[in-house]
Structure formats: structure tokens, C-alpha cells
């Protein structure tokens, strides 16, 4: 391994991992390599017990699965579960937020409802009566319908979808057979369906694995999303730091990690609350930083300092400076603990589902939220206890970051220069050409891809090209840490058309200087506001969302969710980069289905390339098209 | 001439489906459930190496001239006579690692649990019974080819010569595009 190619603050990080003769992720995949090309190619079949079934990719050996099962059938049914996994995480969380948000509207839990504004505008979408009421009993309302979706047998289409999602892509989607009522039903059918001797049909498998995606962007991320804003309000924009220069020696660190803001904003609450005892512990102050997604919704909402994204969450550990990791759910690297050991680090587990030996679980409930808070950040202050005095290894590298674009806050932004029409400027931009169109760069970070810094390449190549990128999720991180969430991204990256433009934005806005060239608009599960964004735009167009100049990317794929959340964008009708392939390879058909005829399904294709220059030249290529369609040159 | 063991790289998909037949056969019960939890672990003597997009399955060659033979200063490291295959005499290896030294393919180690030299013996038992060795056996896209070195001399003329007529297929093109995907980085 070369440490020549890594973005400076992995090159520091893992300087210090070999210092100390620590392994890391880059060991283990080296010591993994060559990994399988079954496995790859999509074509291991494990779902029975006459299996595990592989596919000769050369042709010699097997060409079906012993039970007959083609190559492209087992592909399907291998994506398809990883599409639930994806989905089933989303409902998952959005169902603990709806939980939470009705024992708090019962007297239950100890939060507030910080997002009235939300709660008005979704009264708004979903037809629920506000005149002469108290906002506790809107969002009572809007709680009961999405409480209905979980419960109901009646195969009506699902509320979050089909009173919040933009009408002619509902009826696509209807016309597909793609339209759902219960999550959970569907999430069982596809379990099922993808059980030994059911589906065994390429073409249908896929619809299948379109309508889970579906499900993930709207009963997953839009229904989430919705909920989280209604309790700790909507994010605005402001300012904050990256990277694991933002720990500090001298003050009780505390990384929030994992998802669910449910618990970090009591982390954050009680890290406030108790200052005095770290003081009197001879701490500076307490220091919440955040990782991974949990960090982003604390930087969107509180403006918190970001630490580090996924693939970095146990090397800032190796700092030595990490009093408490607390985390909730998904992401969540079993080694954590045993980095943990190696120092004074309290890792603490909170949620029943994330057991990790080695870690210290404290169980968290919404109901006793604030004397589990009280207590986590107590184990962190006397963390510290333990640690002060000792020598820590923090590489000084962190850069400034505006993070909190929230939809709400965009149209803030823009109607400070249009008050009636807040989109139009934005459109009059695309229209001339200023902005050439728009990138949602999300997903992961992997250590598969940040030697290259492929995210950071990418996007400083669309931005050249007047590509104006929004991002969320760890590749957020990636962005905030290589100071391209800055105005002086805009001056040193932007081509002379997307320049133009931040730059009167930014004045409007009254930064004293450009809108950075990559917003920020939070965790990978707030992928439903650049769709949003996106169905913003399109309905003052009165075009489709697959007809905008859009394009996704998910540059550096890990996790199920990923591809859960891509194939929300491509039941869009937005098509999507992929890096590495998805495990579909050896199925010929689906190949060229998801990459070729797609297109005439829902309109979007997937592009796989592992090289960031060449995927930005598809990417702005595929824009160029769409602007030609539309008669933009 | 005496069989070896050959592999075919394009064929290659790093599955590992070797290492895990090799340690299989090498150990005390043959079976894959419990031979986990034997003691000492079975050990393979064939490793997969990453080669860019390309994986190899690395182990001895048994060589003509062998140059662990030429370099083991005990006599441990030898040929047999009857089977032409250079294997390791435990008694007399004295964990001097010149052969790991000397072998241009890697494929002699140091096993840990005994401090003698571990390579590959061509499975003598099973080829005795007229099987192949286990990890050519085991390979599910033939990558690893049991002949001598005529035989396989043979084999690439042969299919050669039927795709210049035409009469085979290029390699599948789903395997073309993972190796081409796999190609812009070497790992």
C-alpha cells in the first residue's frame, strides 16, 4: 500500500496506524485480494441448501444453478436482497422517528417539536386541517397517516407516496405496477418471493427490485426525512469544520456515530447541559463531533463540527483523542471496538439491534432518553479522566464547511433575488447555459476508491464543466473535508457559467462571497431532499423529473442502501453512475437492462465506471443530452 | 515427463476454491466442517495472487532443475524418485528457509506449526487413487490444469488453432467487462 495517492487526511491518519503497528481496513481488504469473482459477478447462489450454486462464467462448468436458476434470475434475486436490505434500513428508521415523534406527542419522550414550519407545509401536502389548531394536533394528524401505512391490509397506494410524490411520476409508476401500501408487506413479499423455488424471472425480479427502491425513497427516506424535520426542525445554512482536526486535546471528545438523530441531539443536549462536570474534570469543554450521517444531521441542524466519514471511523480513533464513540444503527464497523481497546475510548453501543462484543451497551430508549444522554456523556467525561495527561496523535488538517441546504433553505437563498418565483433564477441559469445542470453526488466512502480520491476528482470535475453538485451522506464528508463545501471552491473549481452564478447568490444570500459549488444537504437518508429539490424544479418546468438535466452518482458504493437509494433515483427517471459495479455482471440480460433499456422503462440507465474523469465526462454528456431534449443547447 | 500442475490466468476468478480444497486435503479428518477446527489448522499450499484484474494461483511447479533442492543445505528438500515430485523430508528440514529463499514463485513458506519448509506435494495420496490434486479437482472454471507440460503444450495449440478457424467463442463478454472493470485499478 501507497500512501502517496491518499487525500492528505488519510495520509495522516494512517501514518499514525502504522506508527502504532495497528491494522486497518486497507490491511484487511490487501490481506482479502484478489477477492471472488463469483461474488462479483453476481453469480453465487446461496438461497437453498442443495447450493451454495456458482456459474461458470466461462462456459465450461455449470450454466444453471442446480435447480435450474439462470445466471441473470440469480442476479436479480441476489440484487433484490440487497435492495431490501437497503429499504428494510430506511423504513426501519423512519418507523423508530414516527415511533418516537407519537410518545412525544403523547407526553412519552422528552423532545420537543422544533419544526413547525415543516409540520404546517406537510399539513399542507397531505390535506390536513390547520386553521384555528394547535401545531401538536396537526402533526398528530400527519403521524396517524403515516402510522396507517404500517398497518393496513386494504392495498391502498401508500400515503407518503401517493400524496407527497409528484403526480405523473405516480402514474409511471402506477402504470409500471409499482405503486405500494404496507412497507413491511412488501418487504416480506420480496423476502419471499426471493426464497428458494418462487421468482425465477429476470425481467420480473427487477420490477420488483424498482418498486423496493421506490418504497426506499419514499417510505425510507421521504417519510424519514419529513418526520425528523417536524422534530428537530428544519436545517438552515451555516458554517462549520471538517475533518479529525476538529477533535481536541484538551476538551472531552465525543463522536456521535451511526444515523438516527434521535439520539445524538440528546447527546448534544447533555454535552451542553454538562459542561460543568468535564470542566471540574479538568476538560476544556465538551467537544460533539460528528461521523457519518448522524454527524451530518448535527452539522445541518447545530452546525457541528464533522470528524470523519464512514471509512475513517476507526482510524480517528487511532488518535488516541476519541473519549466517547457513541453510535446507533448501520455503518457501525465491528473493529470500532477493538480499536477502542487499544485506548481510553468508551465505545458505546445504544441500540438493541447493533451488538458489538467488546463494546459498552447502553441500552437507549426514547422514553428515558435523557438519563441514558446524561449518563453516555458522563462514561465520556470520566474517559477523559483517564486519558488526561497522556500523549494524543490529532493531525492539525481541518477545513471550513457550509453545510444545512436544506430545500427550505435553497428557496430561502433564492427568493432573496426572486421573492414570487425563488426557482426561476435558477431556471433563467440553466436555461443560458450558466448552469449546465445538476449532479447528486451520494453514497459512501470506500477504501476501495480513496486512494484515488475518486469523489473528490469527480466532483471537482463537474464543477469545472458548470455542473452545480449537491451531495449528502459520507461523500459530504468527502466534499467538506477537501474544502469544496467553501466559497473558495467556487473561485478556484467552478467553471466561468457556475462562477457566475454562486457568486450573485451568494451576494443575495449576504455571505459577503460565492454559495460554495457542492451543497450540502445532509445524511445519505436526506437523498429525499435532492429529489424534492429536483421535483421543485421540474414542476415550475412542467416537465418530468427524468426530463431535467440531473444525473446521480454514487461514486464510492459500500452499503445496501446505496443501491436501495439509487434505484430510487432511476424509478425517477434519473440515471445514475455506479462505482464498483454492482454484483450483476454475470446476468448478460440484466446487464443490459439496468445500462440499456432502462431507458425505455422509466427512462434513466446505470453507467458503471471506476475512473472519476471519465465518469464525470459521462455524467455531463448524459446532461448534455437531456438539455437537447428539451431544446437547451 | 511427469504432470504438473498448470494455471490458465484468464480463467482465473479468485474464488479461492484451491486454498480451501488444498487445506482440506492436507488435513486430518478431509472434511471442510471439522478440519476448521482442527489443531494445528490444515494449511493450503496454494495462495491466489492479485495481478492487477487478474488473479494466479501460485504453488510449486516442481522444477526440473529445482532450485530449493540445489539450495537446502540437509538434503531435506528432494525428488522422489518414483513420482519425480520434490517434496520436503521432515525429519531432516532444519527450518534454514533457503528454499523460501530460492523459489522464484513464492511457493515454498514456513508452516508455523511445525518450523519446516510447506509446499505443495502434488497430493500424492489422492493421485495415488487416481484422482487429481485437490485443488485442480476443486477449480470450477478449469483454470488449473493437471498434465504434463506436453499435454498442456497440446492443449493451447488445439484451442488456438480452432479460434483462428473461428470455431470458438471469445471468452463470455459479462467476463470481459468485469476483468475490464477490474482492470482500472490494480490492487
Excluded at chain 2, 482442527?38 to 532450485?67: M, N, Q, W
Aim: with cysteine; net charge negative.
Amino acid at each position: 500500500m501507497t500512501l502517496l495517492n491518499q487525500p492528505p487526511v488519510e495520509a495522516a491518519l494512517l501514518q499514525i496506524a502504522r506508527k502504532k503497528g495497528m491494522d486497518t481496513g486497507r490491511d484487511r481488504l490487501a490481506e482479502m485480494s484478489p477477492q471472488c469473482g463469483f461474488g462479483e459477478l453476481g453469480t453465487c447462489c446461496r438461497t437453498c441448501y442443495m447450493g451454495p450454486c456458482r456459474i461458470d462464467p466461462f462456459g465450461d462448468g455449470p450454466k444453471t444453478g442446480i435447480c435450474g436458476i439462470t445466471p441473470d434470475a440469480m442476479v436479480a434475486r441476489n440484487l433484490l436482497r440487497e435492495t431490501v436490505g437497503g429499504a428494510a434500513s430506511h423504513v426501519g428508521h423512519a418507523r423508530h422517528v414516527l415511533l418516537t415523534l407519537r410518545d412525544v406527542l403523547d407526553g412519552k419522550a422528552p423532545y420537543e417539536i422544533k419544526g413547525e414550519a415543516k409540520v404546517l407545509s406537510l399539513a399542507k401536502v397531505f390535506g390536513v386541517p390547520t386553521d384555528g389548531r394547535e401545531v401538536k394536533d396537526v402533526c398528530r394528524d400527519l403521524v396517524d397517516i403515516a402510522l396507517e401505512d404500517f398497518g393496513r391490509q386494504d392495498e391502498l397506494p401508500n400515503n407518503w407516496v401517493s400524496k407527497r410524490a409528484p403526480k405523473g411520476e405516480q402514474e409511471m409508476w402506477a402504470n409500471l405496477g409499482l405503486m405500494y401500501s404496507n412497507p413491511h408487506n412488501e418487504i416480506e413479499t420480496a423476502m419471499h418471493a426471493t426464497s428458494m423455488g418462487n421468482d425465477a424471472d429476470p425481467a420480473s425480479l427487477m420490477m420488483r427490485v424498482l418498486k423496493m427502491s421506490l418504497i426506499d425513497g419514499w417510505t425510507g427516506l421521504a417519510l424519514c426525512v419529513d418526520l425528523q424535520d417536524m422534530l428537530f426542525g428544519v436545517p438552515e445554512v451555516s458554517v462549520t469544520q471538517a475533518a479529525v482536526g476538529v477533535l481536541d486535546e484538551k476538551s472531552v471528545n465525543v463522536a456521535a456515530h451511526g444515523h438516527n438523530p434521535v439520539l445524538s441531539e440528546k447527546i448534544l443536549e447533555w454535552a451542553f447541559k454538562l459542561e460543568d462536570e468535564a470542566i471540574a474534570a479538568g476538560a476544556d469543554r465538551i467537544n460533539v463531533v460528528g461521523v457519518c450521517c448522524t454527524g451530518n444531521e448535527l452539522s445541518m441542524r447545530h452546525g457541528v463540527k464533522l470528524a470523519a466519514h464512514n471509512s475513517q471511523s476507526e482510524l480517528i480513533l487511532m488518535t488516541g483523542a476519541v473519549d466517547a464513540m457513541v453510535v446507533d444503527i448501520q455503518c457501525i464497523w465491528p473493529q470500532l471496538a477493538q480499536v477502542a481497546k487499544c485506548f481510553d475510548t468508551a465505545f458505546i453501543t445504544t441500540d438493541p439491534m447493533v451488538r458489538i462484543p467488546d463494546a459498552r451497551h447502553m441500552p437507549f430508549e426514547p422514553e428515558h432518553a435523557d438519563e441514558t444522554a446524561r449518563e453516555i456523556v458522563r462514561a465520556a467525561i470520566a474517559a477523559f479522566g483517564a486519558r488526561k495527561g497522556k500523549p494524543v496523535d490529532i493531525p492539525q488538517i481541518s477545513t471550513s464547511a457550509m453545510a444545512g441546504f436544506s430545500v427550505e433553505a435553497i428557496v430561502g437563498v433564492l427568493a432573496k433575488l426572486n421573492a414570487e418565483d425563488p426557482i426561476k433564477p435558477v431556471i433563467d441559469n440553466v436555461a443560458n447555459g450558466n448552469i449546465h445542470g445538476f449532479a447528486g453526488i451520494v453514497g459512501c466512502s470506500s477504501i476501495r476508491f480513496r486512494d484515488g480520491a475518486m469523489t473528490e476528482e469527480l466532483v471537482k470535475n463537474l464543477i469545472a464543466q458548470d455542473v452545480l453538485v449537491v451531495t449528502t451522506g459520507c461523500t459530504a464528508h468527502i466534499c467538506a473535508q477537501a474544502g469544496l463545501l467553501t466559497p473558495e471552491a467556487t473561485e478556484r473549481y467552478a467553471g466561468p457559467g457556475l462562477k457566475a452564478v454562486l457568486s450573485v447568490l451568494g451576494r443575495a444570500a449576504g455571505l459577503g462571497g460565492a454559495l460554495p459549488p457542492v451543497w450540502h444537504m445532509g445524511a445519505c437518508v436526506d437523498n429525499s431532499r435532492i429529489v424534492d429539490l429536483l421535483a421543485a424544479v421540474a414542476d415550475r418546468l412542467g416537465v418530468k423529473i427524468g426530463q431535467l438535466p440531473a444525473v446521480g452518482s454514487a461514486p464510492e458504493l459500500v452499503q445496501e442502501k446505496a443501491v436501495s437509494i439509487g434505484g430510487s433515483f432511476l424509478a425517477l427517471g434519473v440515471s445514475t453512475h455506479i462505482a464498483p459495479a454492482p454484483r450483476i455482471l454475470g446476468g448478460p440480460m440484466v446487464t443490459k437492462l439496468l445500462s440499456e433499456d432502462l431507458a425505455d422503462v422509466t427512462g434513466a440507465v446505470v453507467h458503471v465506471e471506476l475512473e472519476a474523469k471519465r465518469a464525470a465526462d459521462w455524467m455531463v454528456e448524459h446532461i448534455s443530452q437531456k438539455r437537447a431534449a428539451l431544446g437547451l443547447s | 515427463m511427469q504432470k504438473a500442475i498448470f494455471t490458465l490466468m484468464e480463467r482465473c476468478v479468485a474464488c479461492k476454491s484451491c486454498e480451501i480444497a488444498c487445506a482440506v486435503a492436507h488435513s486430518q479428518s478431509g472434511i471442510l466442517a471439522t478440519a476448521q477446527f482442527e489443531k494445528p489448522l490444515p494449511r493450503s499450499r496454494v495462495r491466489i495472487t492479485s495481478a492487477g484484474a487478474y488473479s494466479f494461483a501460485s504453488r510449486c511447479v516442481h522444477c526440473e532443475d529445482a532450485a530449493c533442492i540445489a539450495a537446502c543445505p540437509t538434503g531435506a528438500m528432494h525428488r522422489e524418485a518414483k513420482t519425480g515430485v520434490v517434496a520436503v523430508d521432515q525429519d531432516r528440514c532444519i527450518g534454514c528457509w533457503m528454499c523460501v529463499v530460492t523459489c522464484p514463485f513464492g511457493a515454498v513458506t514456513a508452516d508455523p506449526g511445525t518450523g519446516k519448509a510447506l509446499k505443495c506435494d502434488l497430493c500424492a495420496v489422492r493421485t495415488a487413487k487416481g484422482l487429481g490434486p485437490a485443488c485442480v479437482d476443486a477449480c470450477p472454471t478449469g483454470a488449473m490444469v493437471y498434465a504434463t507440460p506436453d499435454e498442456l503444450a497440446g492443449m493451447r495449440r488445439s484451442a488456438t488453432a480452432m479460434a483462428s478457424v473461428g470455431a470458438v467463442e471469445e471468452i463470455e463478454e459479462s467476463v470481459a467487462l468485469w476483468r475490464n472493470l477490474k482492470g482500472g485499478r490494480a490492487i
